[in-house]
């Protein structure tokens, strides 16, 4: 083996840090989605999570206009879509807890689609070793509409579509 470069190993420090603090950052995140918000109708856009506690996280919030979506609030709506619960569930078993489900963010400006302003977050299977993106979604700041990247066509498209063509709850989270 050949041994590694100064700048292999600084990468590999850098990831491996980056990968323990999305691992905290998806902790929280879902710690505070399954003890403190339970909505009513999780896909629904116009009931947003309201009830997560915000303490801790003051430089994760971007400052939203009043009434509007904070970036914890859009986090806990994306965390409590069923299927995200089932991949959290699923990857935590198979891993037999050494790799979790957790949200990042992959860009922190508002993106602006169709009028709106829209946080940017990933759900990611997060180890050790990296965190794999498994789909990529958008919360509205305004309303909590949530849409997800489409790979192929790069737009958005609705929850609605999304699971009638990429059928997210068949995804066995193995080897993807």
Known sequence: MAPRSPNSKTAAIAGTLAGLLAAGLGAYYLYSVRHEAQPSSPSAPSSPVATVASAGSVALQAPAAKGALSREQAVAALMALPELKAWADKIEKDSKGQAHGALM????????????????????????????????????????????????????????????????????????
């Not at 997800?148 to 063509?165: A, C, F, I, N």
């Open 105 to 176: 963010e992959y860009d922190a400006q508002l993106r602006a689609f169709k009028g709106k302003q829209f946080y940017q977050l990933s759900f990611v299977e997060n180890s050790k070793e990296a965190a794999q993106r498994w789909e990529s979604f958008l919360v509205a700041q305004a309303d909590g509409e949530i849409l997800v990247d489409d790979d192929v066509s790069g737009e958005p498209m609705t929850l609605e579509q999304w699971r009638k063509e990429k059928k997210p709850m068949q995804r066995s989270g193995a080897g993807e």
